[in-house]
């Protein structure tokens, strides 16, 4: 390499953290010369029920807390703005929650945009450390936007109520949640959008979404892989591979629906399959 090439890459690089430093992680999302190019169709996609199907470390999870946020603050660059949002991530459980949805929104979260917040437990000064209820979020329109945090294993009633402005799922929920989140979000006129790793076989998502059998005009689709990752390297994802058998490469590498999910029928399916006790009379 040549010394004046040496030195253009210099400026490059000092020039790239300079930038950094002077801006939030939501501002770097995607500004950079790497681009997550299935990202930005998520993101630029207009219909109202829109899932990525990813694998472990593909990026599913960053778009989901990006898309949030953008929405709350009123900042969203593809979409029609608006102050006053209410929306929710949806987990699996609250320690998920807190693991992983929760943690990935306060890291894109800066705190000079946080109104207020509730927690379930740990305190609100710390809210990293317990679990949150809700997040105010201070609207660039003026008003105050919402966001609260559910878990799956709440069950279905706890999700009753409220009318959405949109319900992001990270990871697959029961059916009677999903329906009841489509329930919230009629009424404005809102989004579903989901994150998920198909871990759980073919799965009602996969015939109501993956395959859209109800041919919803509204329902989207797209598939994240580690390839399509610019910000994986390549080492960490072949240590990665190396970890998991061939079953477990397809929903963890490629995000894809396979049969069974380690049942030992895998025709089993659950809607279908398991019906509701009957209890019959004893004549005595």
């Known amino acids: 390499m040549q010394r004046e090439d040496i030195l253009k890459r210099i400026a490059e690089i ?6 950094r430093r002077q801006k939030g992680r939501l501002e770097l999302y995607n500004s950079g010369r790497k681009k997550h190019k299935k990202q930005l169709l998520f993101h630029k996609c207009k ?16 778009c989901g807390a990006v898309e949030c946020l953008w929405i709350l603050r009123g900042i969203h660059p593809y979409r029609k ?38 927690m379930l437990s740990g305190r609100k000064d710390n809210p990293e450390g317990g679990v949150i209820d809700q997040i105010k979020i201070k609207n660039v ?15 279905r009633e706890k999700f009753q109520g409220s009318s959405l402005d949109f ?6 929920p029961p059916r009677d949640v999903y329906e009841e989140c489509v329930m919230r979000v ?12 198909p871990l759980k076989g073919k799965t009602f998502i996969y015939n109501e979404i993956y395959l859209n059998v109800r041919k919803n005009p509204q329902i989207w689709h797209e598939s994240i ?10 080492k960490e994802a072949k240590l990665l591979e190396s970890a998991l058998d061939s079953a477990a490469l397809d929903a963890r590498k490629y995000g894809r629906f396979s049969d069974g999910a380690g049942l030992v029928y895998p025709e ?17």
């Open 186 to 197: 009629m009424d404005r006129e809102g989004d579903i959008f989901g994150t998920m790793t």
């Open 47 to 62: 219909k109202r029920n829109r899932w990525v199907f990813g694998g472990n470390r593909s990026g599913k999870t960053e």
């Open 141 to 155: 329109f003026g008003g105050i936007s919402t966001l609260g945090f559910k878990s799956c294993d709440q069950g």
């Open 268 to 284: 089993f399916d659950e809607s279908v399959h398991v019906v509701e006790p009957v209890v019959r009379a004893i004549k005595v």
């Open 81 to 118: 703005n608006r102050k006053d949002v209410f929306g929710w991530a949806v987990s699996l459980s609250q320690q998920v929650q807190r693991d992983v949805a929760q943690a990935k929104i306060l890291s894109y979260l800066p705190k000079s945009w946080i109104a207020d917040i509730t």
């Open 225 to 234: 892989t580690w390839e399509d990752n610019p910000f994986l390297s390549k």
């Open 167 to 172: 319900v992001w799922f990270d990871e697959e």
């Open 14 to 19: 000092d020039a790239e953290l300079k930038r």
